[in-house]
């Protein structure tokens, strides 16, 4: 193997650029060429591609967002499109790729391998975390932190006014971010797709909370059509106990900003383990950490099979709040 190409696909998430910066530098001295692959797989089609150098991933390891950029292609979705990226792979002479997102672009890169048959390994970065074969995925300790910083200002002025707050952070699917954000933002509850949620036991919390004399009390709510969202929580909530409340939406504040260095160095960790893993042979995998290791995982188990939420977590943010969950 003499030349890769790296690209980043679907939604951003802090810490991409670390491990773009990772895959070049430690090609380059494996002694391979690296082709930068711009927006994604929408680039891939086009023909939108660039030499990369040491000097092309200086200074960006701190910078959120991917230097690439990244799309949503409807195009590369079809057969006809597959091909037609296996062929502007050939006519560059890329003989192995390594992509950069969540499920959505690992699906599509393991029909492009499977279809044209050419080597491609997986890096997870998505700030939702629900990728099977990581402990956690490139860019959710900084979307966490982000969150958590949000909900300390909001609470200052849910006290000042005595308002319950609800709180929509990301996760479509999943419920991560949500419950490392409750926990670690003291919230009195969190509604997540994996459990069923309780109406009645959330407005006896809140209850009980303001009850017993708490002036600010925060809800964390995963965004989705499972839980409606937190408006229609806040709202069914307003109907049962007709307290005054707010809703705040973070929404892509998440992606945005600084990766920590948690999320630093597990980007330039499992960037390296990617290019390594292509010069050892291996296809159609994704590299993760799971307890400290490096793992490599068939990219059709990745979304095939469900990563589980630490249910403890919602566990301990009942207790801590005063209550207990069914």
């Known amino acids: 193997m003499k030349k890769i190409a790296v690209l980043t696909s679907g939604g951003d998430a802090p810490g991409m650029n670390a491990c773009i910066r990772a895959v070049v530098r430690t090609a380059l ?46 195009e590369f979705r079809t057969s006809e ?59 959710f300790d900084t979307a966490i932190n982000t969150a958590l910083e949000a909900i300390d200002k909001i609470r200052d002025t849910a006290a000042s006014h005595e308002r319950v707050f609800f709180v929509e952070v990301m996760g479509r699917s999943s419920g991560f971010i949500a419950a490392q954000v409750g926990l670690g933002g003291g919230a009195e509850f969190v509604v997540v797709p994996e459990t069923r949620t309780d109406l009645n036991e959330l407005c006896e919390r809140l209850l009980k909370s303001i ?24 709202q069914q909530v307003n109907a049962c106990i007709g307290t005054e409340y707010r809703v705040c939406v973070l929404g892509h504040i998440q992606r945005g900003g600084s990766p920590t260095a948690r999320d630093r160095v597990l980007a330039s960790k499992l960037g390296s383990a990617a290019v390594n893993a292509l010069l050892a042979g291996h296809r159609n995998v994704m590299v993760g950490e799971v307890k400290g290791e490096i793992v490599l995982t068939p990219l059709e188990e990745t979304w095939t099979k469900i990563k589980p939420i630490d249910r403890s977590l919602l566990e301990l943010v009942d207790i801590l709040a005063g209550g207990t969950r069914n």
């Open 29 to 74: 001295y494996k002694n391979l060429k690296v082709i930068g692959i711009r927006r994604g797989y929408t680039g891939l089609l086009s023909g939108d591609f660039m030499k990369m150098t040491t000097g092309s991933v200086a200074n960006i390891i701190q910078r959120g967002g991917t230097i690439l950029g990244t799309s949503r292609c409807e």
């Open 81 to 139: 499109g597959r091909a037609r990226a296996f062929e502007m792979i050939q006519k560059e002479g890329i003989e192995g790729l390594i992509v950069i997102g969540g499920d959505g672009t690992f699906r599509g890169a393991y029909e492009l391998s499977r279809e044209g048959e050419v080597p491609i390994v997986g890096v997870p970065g998505t700030i939702d975390n629900d990728v099977y074969g990581t402990d956690e995925t490139i860019g």
């Open 211 to 234: 009850r017993r004399g708490k002036k600010a009390c925060i809800v964390i709510v995963a965004e989705g059509k499972e839980s409606g969202g937190a408006f229609q929580i806040a």
